[in-house]
Each structure stands twice: as C-alpha cells, then as structure tokens.
C-alpha cells in the first residue's frame, strides 16, 4: 500500500541554519510528491509539489526539495531558516490516476534564536 | 478571495450529541474532502467527494456521514459524538489531475 514516513518528529535548529526534512515514499511508480506546511492554527499551505521532470524543485518561503529516485526519498531543504519558518511540515504523495493524498505524520520545527 | 472556510472554528460537544460541521469554497473545484489530525498522525482521510452527486469513505469513516450539497458545499456530520472524535477537522479542496489540495482553517472539537 502506499504510505509516506516522515521519520523526525521534531528537528529544533538555529535561527541561520540549514534545515533538511525528510521524507520517504514507498511505491514503484514515481508518484506525484508535495510538501505542505502548517502554522500553528491554520490549516495547511502548499510549499511546492514535484510531478515530473528536474528533480529539483523550487517553492515558496526559499524552500526547495529534492526528487531521489533510487532513495524513493523527496527531502526538503532551506540555506538558512528564520524563526517563521517555525511550523510542522508534511509531505505528501499521490498516484497519477488516484485522487487521494496520502499525507505523513508530520515534522515539527523549531527555531533556536 | 475566501477559498475554503469552515465553521464553526471550535466546538464543544457532550458524548452522544450531534453536530454538522460545513465546508464551503469559491473556487469552482470538483472535489472536497475532509481530513482528521491527530497529534503524531497526520491527516487521515475521512470522506472525500470526487465530484458533485459523489461520496466516498476514507481511511477512517467510521462514525461520520457526508453530503455534498452542491459543488460549493461539503458537510461532515457526526451523529452520536464520542471522545475519540476529540480532533481538528480539516476541510480541502482541488481540482484536476495534480490534486494540489487547498485547506480551510480548521474547526478544533472536543467532545467531552
């Protein structure tokens, strides 16, 4: 079945630092990938999504993730974190023909000032 | 430019009451869903609606029943509300094969 595994809980880094989040998809065809974040109250905004093609990918707030195939892993990353980046961040995937997400657990983030 | 709103925001229920909780969005898409989250879990799917006139359970239906009033409208109703039902309900929209949902706020209930 597919599944998606956020396996940090909660990373704490410095406020300047470099963050990667990590995310692993399990299924044998390439699915479509996203990254969502969620502010504390709200609900949940799209940070950038993968379909096909470059396998880096841009998206809001400086946010940026890698497609790895061979590691069926899609990893967001961030040079440098501000403290309203804090917030939980969850990736996603989803057949080409299902219409569905699948969601992961979540990772939470905080900023060390 | 609403998107998706929901109400109420929060709720407090006693066990065995009944309770609608609505979805609404401008943005003329065909499908809605509703999402709980649970701390350490995710978003689970409840119901979704891939179209007007359509309804499908999701991974955790149990207890909930949904109606899609129109393509506007998607309502999650809990019939006899129980503690496990205590969450944060989230309502999304998307339209299209890239399925890039669009979230409400959420409505945050407690049933006691």
């Known amino acids: 079945a597919q599944s998606v595994t956020q396996p940090d809980i909660h990373i704490t880094v410095s406020e300047g630092a470099s963050l990667e989040l990590r995310c692993n998809y399990s299924y044998g065809a390439t699915p479509y990938l996203f990254w969502y974040v969620q502010s504390p109250g709200q609900g949940l905004q799209l940070l950038l999504k993968y379909f096909s093609g470059d396998t880096l990918v841009q998206g809001i707030k400086g946010f940026e993730a890698e497609f790895k195939r061979s590691q069926s892993s899609f990893n967001l990353r961030k040079p440098s974190v501000h403290w309203s980046d804090a917030a939980e961040y969850f990736c996603?995937?989803?057949?080409?023909?299902?219409?569905?997400?699948?969601f992961g657990s979540g990772t939470r983030l905080s900023i060390r000032p | 430019n609403a998107g998706v709103t929901q109400t109420p925001k929060f709720q407090v229920l006693k066990t065995g009451q009944s309770m609608t909780l609505q979805c609404a969005q401008d943005?003329?898409?065909?499908?809605m869903y509703w999402y709980r989250q649970d701390p350490g879990m995710g978003l689970r799917l409840i119901y979704y609606?891939?179209?007007?006139?359509?309804?499908d359970k999701g991974e955790v239906p149990n207890g909930y029943n949904v109606s899609r009033l129109n393509k506007r409208e998607f309502s999650l109703r809990l019939e006899s509300a129980a503690p496990s039902q205590t969450s944060v309900y989230f309502c999304?929209?998307?339209?299209?094969?890239?399925?890039?949902?669009?979230f409400g706020a959420g409505t945050r209930l407690s049933v006691l």
């Open positions: 609606s891939a179209s007007e006139g359509t309804t």
């Open positions: 996603a995937s989803k057949y080409s023909s299902a219409s569905k997400i699948i």
């Open positions: 943005m003329n898409h065909n499908s």
């Open positions: 999304a929209s998307s339209e299209g094969v890239e399925n890039i949902q669009y």
